[in-house]
């Protein structure tokens, strides 16, 4: 293999992962701002304010769901910058005052913007990454989302307290604007087509195999349940912090989270290239599991924030490998699909995590529910050999991958 063909860092790979941060950057920046937004501009209840938090989700999971199979027929790069367009246009409408329903028209729009647009960006940068550097690449792909999952709440939190919600809500329109922008620049490659007939000649609309990819669903799996033990923390860290009263070392664990996955995405993405999945994902598994033990008995500062390193460590390098092991598994005119069976697996397990665990907090406390979620994590981790892991060596024979591929 030539050293071009084996380069990462291309121009191509640094635009979209660009393009990705600032759409991202949008999501975690609203995030975190939407509840109150909707609460003082349109007195909505607290149960209004979730949903019109909750329903960017619902909208990126449908966006998912119906883009994988577009982008087998029309390509990455209609799929893309409709997406993006659908993105900007959405930010627009942030600014019309048409009360509680019209805004959560434009939370669901959005999401489905963001679901059509990541997917895209997901399947692109799949494409521009040499196939030996898929497991490395998509490791620093993906940090892209976890750069923005640090940035978006504080720099959202930090607005909210020195400006006003017209103005978050122009930086946002920017931020999608710039993403917009940068996609134009990047050299889009072509997807193989999937051929639209059945054997019968006629196309099945209704078949799973059209909307989700079949042999990525056994991961998929794995990754929504991991998910929702993770939605756990997102959800609930802070009315844990304050019935331990660590509230200002909370605001500090996602930044140990992020550090945790910043230092070590370069590694685990070379190990799996190398050795395979299991090397990265076990461990991970593990000190995932530790994570939570260790957050179900914090008194002090710093358990707390070691916690959130290990589960940096844990969470955050599973979402990487499982995303890389989508696209081996796939043969390269489904990798649209794919990429849009692994986000709507996670967005599922983060989307619908908190309401699950909602029922469980009455009965258990939030620090026996960390210590159920660390046994969960572990139980995952034998569901996990079963579904993928006791076969995860056959990926690493070439001629096991040119026959998928």
Known sequence: MSQSASKLWTKDFIIVSLSNFFMYLV????????????????????????LVTGIFIIGTLIGR???????????????????????????????????????????????????????????IVAEVIPPARRGEGIGYYTLSVTLATAMGPFLGLYLSQHTTYQMILMICLGFGIISLVTAFFINIPNVPQEKKTNQRGQTSFLKLSNFLEVRVIPIGVIIAIVSIGYSSVLSFINFYAIEVQLVDAASFFFVFYAVAILGSRPFT????????????????????????F???????????????????????????????LAVKLTPSHRL??????YYIAMDAGLGFGPYLIGFIIPLTGYSNLYLLMGIGILITMVLYYFLHGKKDQKLMDPSQQSEAH
């Open 27 to 50: 999501f975690y920046l609203l995030l975190v701002t939407m509840a109150t937004f909707a609460v003082n501009q349109y007195n909505a209840t607290e149960s209004q304010a979730g």
């Open 65 to 123: 769901l119906f883009i994988g199979r577009l982008i087998t027929r029309i390509g990455n790069k209609k799929v893309l910058y409709t997406g993006l367009a659908l993105f900007v246009l959405a930010s627009f409408l942030y600014f019309m005052n048409g009360g509680l329903v019209f805004l959560l028209f434009t939370r669901f729009l959005h999401g489905i913007a963001l679901g059509i647009a990541s997917t895209a960006t997901g399947t």
């Open 269 to 292: 993405g070379r190990l799996m290239d190398k050795q395979g999945a299991n090397w990265v994902m076990y461990p991970a598994f593990i000190l995932f599991s530790i994570g939570f």
């Open 294 to 324: 260790l957050l179900s008995i914090v008194q002090t500062a710093p358990p707390l924030l070691i916690a959130g390193f290990l589960m940096g460590l844990g969470y955050g390098n599973m979402q990487s490998i499982i995303q890389a």
């Open 336 to 341: 649209g699909l794919a990429t849009s069976t």
